[in-house]
């Protein structure tokens, strides 16, 4: 169940590192032009995708912890992205 959980938390928080990608807030375009030299235009994706594999990992071993810290992380990153994509900051 925890390895569903993760991996659910996990889809949501690609679509809103996507979401927050394109939306061409002056914030995320000012950090993409400070990332871009040193990582690919992908990195922040690979990761997101390192902290989904490390949360199913310990998800899968019946970390009841990790899959809580990752859902914390999940809800910071929804409050984020509604803070960027409503115009409050």
Known sequence: MLLIFCFLMGIA?????????????????????????????????????VLLIGALWFANDGSLAIALTYGVYTAINAVATWLLLSGRS
Request: aromatic content about 18%.
């Open 13 to 49: 928080n690609f679509a809103m590192h996507k979401a927050v990608s394109e939306s061409g807030h002056p914030f995320v375009e000012e950090t993409k032009r400070y990332f871009s030299p040193h990582f690919s235009p992908y990195g922040s994706y690979a990761i997101e995708l």
